[in-house]
């Protein structure tokens, strides 16, 4: 060879002891008959040896692209022939990249978010994969994308770039968030070499305030016009899909109430009442409302919420006149017009739909009244001999509410009388007895008076001159004595006062005074109560049998058996007992143990038809086991909403 050169290119994945090439000259070079050593170089490689003989290279050592790509090595073939001499060979390897390295991901799950209103084409999130394989083919990436549902692509890869795009527009409201698989494969030539990776994407859609609140709630509420200040009259809803503050509705009243009839809470949307409504003054309200969302900026919606004031009967019908004077001949035929009353009621409905008719008196069978049309006709020829002057009483016009409301005027014929009779009582005193549980507005008693004068001087209207506590009232008309508030025999078990007749004489009134007693009964309406609960007793352990280690003690402040206390033990109980009447508890068993204590539910119960109880706790202990009671708070709070029921948690 003298000195030559020769170039080889091996695998990376050739395997160690194989033959890689053979460097023994070929027979034109040199004779066969000469004895060749090969040998390489000092240092030049570990990955390959060369049999000193046959000049066989081998691989010793695993090869690796990505450590070494290219080795050159001397070899030295010596000629032991005469004369000897030695030859030189440079011998340039290449190594061949084999595709034994995977792409890989940083990471192997992250979570991108992007806002939903960015537009089409927007760059989400670049990935970038690494591939330790050498050669360009090996390690060079391309990037594939997966969505884990089948519904539209929303998002694009670019293949050689790994740039993660918008491909449609974005919808936090229909889709809040999307996961991706996100998949980088090597470009061997080889496609059953190829090697990949994948990376799994969370894609949270943000949300912006893209949607205005929109209002479910009916725009049309009704309320009766008699309810208390607070009533519930309505509660606006509106709802908005946006997320947090962007969702987050609140309302307002932007017109319609000026007279601050109404009071909106932003938060709940439930609408009161901030005054007393009459229909007969407003009976229908436009409320322009306002859906606010809380976001930046804010989007809202309006509503005109129309609430219709319904009708109660809280008219009292009213006479044109108080009194209607007339005149008719005499000697003519039943069915004669005498006169037509008219009275007018603001409220609406049948609370405003009238009839009218006689009151009961002297003469009223003579006369005959239309109730629809308030005509009054005579019944019967009239003779003016026989009696000159008729003074009837018509009504009491009444409506057809429910109750109904009434109205009275006086019908008058007459020649103006002489007031020279006074009121009569049919009783001299009136007794009557009442159960405290009575309904506020309830008629007691009727009184009656009757008076001989006639027209305004035969007219009894009803008082009450002494102090009944704001407990009675009397119907200046009929005289029925009505309860203005609930009885309570243990604040008052007696009323006494005196109701006044008096006659409706514009020049010189007379009356007469009659006294009225109410005796209040009593009901089973108070509860026992207990003077101490709980009760703490201390009992020595060395306690006899039968002695009393406790008194409960409670009262009743209703009267007889209603307020008679008997105690009873709750739950079954061998140790101690209890005198039913006294409270007396007494142990019956000896102490078990210095360090006992249990704990008593004693009730008390009086003796009405339906009892009522109340239930006391008696800790008991010995002195030497003191029982320490605490709250498991220092501080307790609570929430209770506006107008509700007695009795709730």
């Known amino acids: 060879f003298s000195q030559g050169f020769k170039h080889l290119v091996v695998p990376e994945n050739f395997k160690p002891t194989q033959v890689l090439d053979s460097l023994k000259a070929p027979s034109n070079h040199l004779a066969l008959n000469r004895k060749l050593h090969f040998s390489i170089a000092e240092d030049d490689n570990v990955h390959f040896e060369i049999d000193s003989l046959t000049g066989e290279l081998y691989l010793s050592k695993e090869l690796d692209y990505e450590t070494d790509s290219h080795f050159l090595l001397q070899v030295i073939i010596t000629d032991y022939n005469n004369p000897p001499q030695n030859s030189t060979l440079f011998l340039s390897i290449d190594v061949e990249d084999k595709n034994d390295h995977s792409p890989y991901f940083l990471d192997d799950f992250i979570v991108i978010g992007i806002e939903e209103n960015v537009p089409v084409g927007t760059l989400v999130y670049t990935f970038n994969a690494k591939d330790g394989d050498g050669s360009f083919l090996n390690s060079k990436i391309e990037y594939s994308l997966e969505i884990s549902d089948m519904g539209e692509n929303q998002f694009l890869i670019h293949p050689l770039y790994g740039t993660l795009t918008t491909a449609s527009s974005l919808d936090r409201e229909i889709t809040c968030s999307v996961i991706l698989t996100v998949f980088a494969e090597d470009q061997a030539i080889n496609l059953t070499d190829r090697r990949l990776d994948s ?162 008196g002297a003469g009223y069978e003579k006369f005959k009244m239309n109730s629809d049309s308030g005509e009054l006709v005579t019944a019967a020829s009239l003779d003016r001999e026989a009696q000159e002057v008729f003074s009837i009483k018509g009504s009491s016009c009444h409506d057809l509410g429910s109750p109904s409301r009434s109205s009275t005027a006086q019908l008058c014929v007459t020649v103006l009388d002489e007031n020279d009779h006074s009121p009569l009582f049919a009783e001299t005193q009136y007794q009557i007895s009442v159960t405290e549980d009575l309904e506020e507005g309830s008629a007691i008693l009727d009184l009656s008076a009757s008076d001989k004068d006639a027209g305004l001087n035969g007219e009894v209207m009803y008082s009450i001159i002494d102090d009944t506590y704001g407990v009675f009232t009397i119907d200046i008309v009929t005289g029925s004595i009505i309860t203005t508030k609930a009885l309570d025999r243990e604040t008052k078990s007696q009323y006494t006062f005196r109701a006044v007749a008096s006659d409706c004489s514009t020049y010189f009134p007379r009356s007469t005074t009659v006294s009225v007693v109410v005796h209040v009964d009593d009901v089973n309406d108070n509860d026992p109560i207990f003077s101490q609960n709980p009760i703490r007793v201390f009992v020595p352990a060395e306690t006899a049998v039968n002695e009393t280690v406790a008194t409960v003690r409670a009262e009743d402040a209703d009267l007889g058996s209603n307020g008679a206390i008997v105690f009873t033990l709750m739950m079954a109980e061998t140790l101690f007992q209890i005198n039913v009447k006294t409270g007396d508890i007494i142990l019956r068993e000896p102490l078990a143990s210095k360090d006992f204590s249990t704990q008593l539910l004693v009730t008390a119960s009086d003796q009405g038809i339906a009892p009522r109880t109340a239930t006391a706790v008696v800790i008991v202990f010995t002195e030497e086991q003191e029982e320490v009671i605490s709250f498991s708070h220092s501080l307790y709070e609570a929430s209770v909403p506006e107008n509700s029921a007695a009795g709730g948690h």
């Open 199 to 360: 990376l799994a994407v969370k894609i949270v859609i943000l949300d912006i305030n893209d949607n205005s609140p929109s209002f479910m709630s009916s725009p049309l509420s009704y309320v009766l016009e008699d309810v208390e200040v607070g009533f519930l009259v309505h509660q606006l809803i509106a709802k908005d899909p946006d997320e947090g503050r962007n969702g987050q509705v609140t309302y307002h009243i932007l017109s319609g109430n000026e007279k601050k009839a109404f009071v909106l809470d932003k938060i709940t949307g439930l609408l009161t009442t901030a005054q007393f409504l009459d229909r007969e003054v407003q009976e229908r309200y436009s409320l322009t409302i306002i859906a606010l969302d809380d976001g930046s900026p804010a989007l809202s919606a309006t509503q005109v919420l129309t609430i219709i004031v319904l009708d109660v009967n809280d008219e009292t019908p009213v006479f044109l006149k108080q009194v209607y004077e007339t005149a008719v001949r005499e000697n003519r035929g039943p069915g004669e017009f005498v006169v037509r009353v008219e009275a007018v009621d603001r409220d609406a409905g049948l609370n405003s739909f009238l009839q009218y008719e006689i009151l009961p």
